[in-house]
């Protein structure tokens, strides 16, 4: 299983942007297809977006298309999640996932443990 560590979270005013990082410890990320997933207080964890591994193919969910995209460095094991123009709707606890089913239109996340996440709060 490939173990996951997500950063880059913090407090931001609306109309910022963050950079968030997924790395691995111990395996390659260069074989998975990867996803980003996000969870509000009380609400279900809902998908944000995805790259396959080979790239440059990616799926990015409605609500935040146009402001967020999705790449990877192979060479750092790392995939980012570039957010801008953030709002306060995109408070959350973002977590990466590896290894998904990845179709062009829809991922479906790997059974593969969540890491801790990373806590992203934007401020209105």
């Known amino acids: 299983q490939v173990q996951l560590v997500e950063s880059g979270g913090g407090l931001v005013q609306a109309g910022g942007f963050l950079r968030l990082s997924c790395a691995a410890s111990?395996?390659?990320?260069?074989?998975?297809?990867m996803g980003w997933f996000r969870q509000a207080p009380g609400q279900e964890r809902e998908f944000v977006a995805a790259?396959?591994?080979?790239?440059?193919?990616?799926i990015i969910a409605d609500s935040v298309k146009g402001r967020f995209t999705i790449s990877r460095d192979n060479a750092k094991n790392t995939v980012y999640l570039k957010m801008n123009n953030l709002k306060p709707e995109d408070t959350a606890v973002y977590y990466c996932?590896?290894?998904?089913?990845?179709?062009?239109?829809?991922?479906?996340?790997?059974?593969?443990?969540w890491g801790q996440g990373t806590q992203v709060t934007v401020s209105s």
């Open positions: 111990g395996r390659t990320l260069s074989v998975y297809n």
């Open positions: 996932n590896a290894g998904g089913r990845y179709n062009g239109t829809y991922y479906v996340a790997s059974l593969s443990p």
């Open positions: 790259i396959s591994w080979s790239g440059p193919s990616t």
